[in-house]
């Protein structure tokens, strides 16, 4: 099967984008079609002549007929956007050759010959970013998923493994640092201004791996020595100016090299490692072997610049990328729809990282933050898939929060029932199993199965079925028996392609809470595997209050039926931080669905109150959990939960039990921020902690009385010592019509004038704010001279703050629909991965009350009927239609 690239659908053609979900549709790469490749390529040398205008690159590559393929006689090499300038084969030019469409059909007589093809890249005008491409005077790669077929002719696919070396030559002037993957074995100077090195990986590797950075680029350099005493040269390259920005990504890369030995016994394979920092980039990293790229976004931080959120960015991403090394590139993905194989497990080992270097109940509040607000909703939308899809049209599309987040919920699961230890043979086993493999999700279970001693016939519906399981309890006491049972209901709701479920494993931990002493009998976890499960425990004389779902074992939404003095009881004592987080969340969101409805409940506000200021005043927890405590639920999270909704109304709502607490709680936020900031800076989690709970207080008082609050935020702004306490009191400001508002963001931007990173703050403080001009500011915005579409984490900055800003995106006019599909029609096409991930926001619609969903489908068709649309941009907006 060839997995290259097929034409989009016709604009227009309706017949077409109905076609798109048959099985036929050639659009379509379907996960049951999977053939292992014809040809294998053992070896390939590149040479590069390099250039900003013009690159020109010889491949030479070694093919070999595959013993395990069809046997097809024709060499398919995908391309992308180049043409073939020379093509030889065996040293001779190759004749019988065609294009098919951007790829090339080369017919073999024999099973094994050396083929060599040059093509010529044209990087500064690469605004795809994906193959070669310049960001500000540098050139630099990016291959995952399918982008190294935009720099040469080759069986782009992950199952195809060659040994890669590269020769690259260039201007020693504009290109002085000449870096990609695996050891650097070779330079020399070329006598006329010109210089080139020479690189070669050792480790087999799949085409999306190959990397190369040529630029202006200086390097924070330090060293590792791995368990076995293999020293490792470490480098941080970036821009000049940006040098001494550097010092948290190298302390988090050392950090993630020993952890990853400690605690998965994982060694690093190569004598250097270098991470490069780009400004242009459309994702957050990229794993490449031995040289990660990284959008400038997760490699500098200092505390002028940088938020304490900025900080734990840059320690996960640089950990996750780094742990790819084994769980991406010693052993790769077969194919795309194993992407969760690499990703989802990456994920997890990357949110246990950050869980020991920080802590790990704050963190797991924050991971399922993130999946309630990011995968929820994709899981009940209609782009919803599974975790391991059966079909895609552009895998750029799969890049998402269930393949990331969910998959590492699913292999969290696997953690939650074999227990650590076990949990570690099965990893184990699956990296000495298939090192060096290709591997399936499949694989990964199959070991998991095997180390960790785990039957998981069943629990592999996981990696089928699509949707978020909505689970119920309801507890029945038997006073004779003394008994206690858990009555459990669980459905998987239907998705896009998938009308009819089945019953999942789901593991979920509960504790039987003694009313009067606070305290509970030990944990338990119950797994419920069918569509009704009882459990029933002996031995009590009253009703327990029971917690459920501790540590959220289990990426469900459930409904435990308790009652608000239940909710409010384990508020104050649940000695599972995730679940005591829960309780109130709960209250919190029983609160504003209902006075949606019915206005707001006195009692229950009163009670939600009273367990903030218990939250405040509570000794025993540190400033970090104080701020998690204290945060009530996102709108989209809520939006889940009350579709089909009135999005504006919810965020009132929201905005109106902010300002009950805060009017309540007045004296004890004004002592928290007041205690908060006489604390100085530091990285400790004590000091990240005051600034956290110095923000929420703001964020309180400010909702009560914006203008008391506005003294305190410009009091905060202006003696700020770093960036987590100025961009806070300005987040507050932003949203308030006081006068210190356009001074002090003018003086935001005065004072960063010239740092990207910063002024992207700048934009995103305006568009998200609670300002109700928001719409407004953003038009402005796009005018103003520091704002460009080039730049993808400018345009984020700008609309997607926007998109994801509830009261501006969902205005009633429709003008907020409006703009992002402006914006898409204007990005898709000079960058269609960044634009199609616009089409989510507008693709929500059905969980919108239907005057504004009628709208944003208005601007769904609107883009569908434009010409030309990119096949990311396509597929997203016809499925978001369906
Ligand atoms: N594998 C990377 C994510 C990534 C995917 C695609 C990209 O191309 C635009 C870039 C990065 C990771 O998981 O970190
Ligand atoms: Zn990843």
Redesign the pocket.
Known sequence: MDIASTPSNPAGNPEMADAAVEPHDPATTMRKNYQPPAWLVSEIRLEFELGLELTKCVATMRVERNPDGDGDQTLHLSGDNIAVMNLKVDDADAEGWSMSGPNLLLPLSGDAHKVTVETHLHPATNSQ??GLFASNGMLCT????E?FRRITFFPDRPDVLSRYTVRMTGDKATFPVLLSNGNLVETGENGDGSHWAVWDDPWLKPSYLFALVAGQLVANRDTFTTMSGRKVDLAVWVREGDLERTDHAMRSLINSMKWDEEAFGREYDLDQFNIVAVAD???????NKGLNIFNTRYVLADPETATDGDYDGVEG?VG??YF?NWS?NRITCRDWFQLSL??GF??LRDQMFSADMGSEPVKRIEDVRVLRAAQFPEDSGPLAHPIRPDSYQEI?NF?TATI?NKGAEVIRMMHTMAGPERFREGTDLYFDRHDGEAATCEDFVKSMEDGAKLDLSQFRLWYEQAGTPKVTMHATFDQSEGAVTLHFTQKVPATPGQPTKQPMPIPIKVALFDRDSGTHGGEQLLMVDKSKADFTFKGFTRPPVISANRGFTAPIQLDAENNDDDLVFLAAHDDDAFARYESLQQLVTRELLGSIENGPDEKRRGAIADAMGAVIDDAQIDDLMRGELLMLPTLTFLLELAAPADPVALHHARERLKAHIGLRLRDKLIALHERASAIPYGLDARARGARKVKTQALVMLTAADPKEAAARAEAQYRSATNMTDRQGALMVLAGIGCPARSELLADFHARFDGNALVIDKWFALQAGSLDPKVLDRVEALAQHADFTIKNPNRVRSLYMTMAGNMAAFHDESGRGYRMIADLVLQLDPLNA?TAARFIPWLGRWRKIEPKRAALMRAELERIAAAPDLSKDTREQVTKSLD
């Open positions: 970013l994906m990016q291959c995952e998923a982008g980039f459309n994702m957050g990293a990229m794993e991403v996750h990328e790819h991406g690499k990703e990456t994920v750029s890049y990331y991965q």
